[in-house]
């Protein structure tokens, strides 16, 4: 698919095309579900005081930036389940001192 965005709108998949300063931006942004990798090709033609031909890959795992960008981490489920249970067993040995008790 291509897509004629303007400069600082974000990506869609395929072909971007947009007007840059003194020259012309392609990016190709394509998703792999596979490893939930996000990548990008980037080729920009400058042709103003110094023309030049800028070429750069980036790829970007979709999960791992989700969980830096929310200050979060994977934990196991055995290490989740462990602590439910831990939670549990301290629950009923201060049950008969809680003055509203627990259905």
Do not use: C
Not at 80 to 90: I, P, S
């Amino acid at each position: 698919m291509i897509n004629f965005t303007k400069e600082g709108r974000a990506y869609k998949t395929g072909l971007n095309i947009h007007i840059a300063t003194g020259g012309f931006v392609l990016v190709w942004v394509w998703y792999r579900p596979v490893d939930y990798t996000l990548s990008r090709a980037r080729f920009r033609l400058r042709l103003h005081i110094k023309p030049r031909i800028l070429w750069s890959v980036d790829r970007v795992n979709v999960i791992r930036s989700y969980l830096d960008t929310n200050d979060l981490i994977v934990v196991n489920r055995e290490i989740l389940e462990d602590l439910h249970a831990v939670e549990d067993a301290q629950k009923r040995t201060n049950e008969p001192y809680a003055i509203i008790k627990p259905i």
